[in-house]
């Protein structure tokens, strides 16, 4: 059995593996939205600057001034239409990806009721 550790660390008989966090897939995600060239020149939005993450498309999240006729998600912002199309596989997984990790992420815990309360005595 070859020992996993979800850490970067020394040892040479071990997978080390360091999992991106859900922030760097969002920034990810967010980096392969096609911005418009009206929003780059008013400063609506930054120049991309993290497409060198050297593999293929995560996601794709097409812009389009007309309302998409094969989307699968579409949301209308500044009169533009951004969205994954319906036959772009690849994109529609990676948004149920996001979907569920950021509301794991979000979903009220039901055992937080039952941490114990810590009370520090100030003053």
Known sequence: MIPVYLRPG???EAIHIVMRSP????RH???KVQVPAPHLEAG??????????GE??????RSSRQ????AQVA???????FYIDATDTVSKRSF?????????RLADRDDDQRMPVLTVPVG
């Open 96 to 104: 149920r990806i996001l979907k569920l990790l950021i509301g794991m």
């Open 67 to 70: 309302r998409p006729r094969n």
């Open 75 to 81: 949301v209308r912002y500044r009169d533009w239409w």
């Open 56 to 61: 293929d498309p995560f996601m794709t999240i």
């Open 10 to 12: 020394s040892s040479q």
């Open 44 to 53: 609506i939005a930054e120049p991309e600057t993290w497409r060198d993450w």
């Open 29 to 31: 995600a967010a980096s």
């Open 23 to 26: 922030f760097d897939m969002l």
